[in-house]
């Protein structure tokens, strides 16, 4: 499968990079900061631009078969969303993969949801938009919401719920990492 990882070089974007090479995957990264990939890595393509930008954006698009955003900050997420819906469109690539945020539902626990919510409320905006984008559109896509991301050693587990039931109290089921 042809991949077009959109932030690729944050500390997620490299994961998710390593492990589509692992997995066999044909990857394009595209990024602002070309400096932190080189084509040794076994990518198929680097492209440096500004989500932003359309032309940019559908360079990195055009014939892939699926798409990962992995796009933060304060300003900008929704517009970049945006910006890869329409691009996608024209490229007709349909999969599309964003890696948002658990604090946009989390409940649990009380205090800590209630002020890292407040904390980040700006980020929490754009993704929130972004989202509505997403879920407006025609694409076939999923919104990754990952409650804890760490350095720690894979285990090879992963804990998945579907559908807003209540993380994290369930229902959820362990599914192993392929």
Do not use: C
Not at 24 to 33: M, Q, S, Y
Not at 73 to 83: D, M, N, P, R
Not at 115 to 138: M, N, P
Not at 149 to 169: C, M, W, Y
Request: aromatic share 8%.
């Amino acid at each position: 499968m042809r991949i077009t990882v959109i932030g690729s070089t944050s500390p997620t974007g490299l994961e998710v990079l390593k492990y589509g090479m692992r997995r066999g995957h044909k990857l394009i990264a595209f990024t602002r900061r070309p400096q932190l990939l080189n084509m040794d890595q076994g990518l198929d393509k680097i492209v440096i631009g500004d989500g932003l930008h359309d032309s940019d954006v559908l360079q990195a698009i055009d014939g892939t078969d699926a798409v990962i955003a992995i796009i933060g900050g304060k300003t900008g997420v929704a517009g970049v969303t945006q910006t890869i819906i329409r691009a996608m469109q024209e490229a007709k690539t349909r999969r599309f993969i964003f890696v948002s945020s658990y604090l946009l539902e989390a409940k649990h626990p009380r205090i800590f949801s209630s002020v890292a919510r407040w904390i980040y409320r700006h980020e929490l905006t754009e993704l929130d938009k972004a989202e509505k984008l997403i879920q407006e559109s025609e694409l076939d896509w999923i919104i990754y919401r990952p409650a804890q991301l760490n350095n720690d050693s894979a285990t090879g587990k992963i804990r998945v719920q579907e559908q807003r039931h209540g993380f994290p109290f369930g229902p959820y089921k362990y599914v192993e990492q392929t």
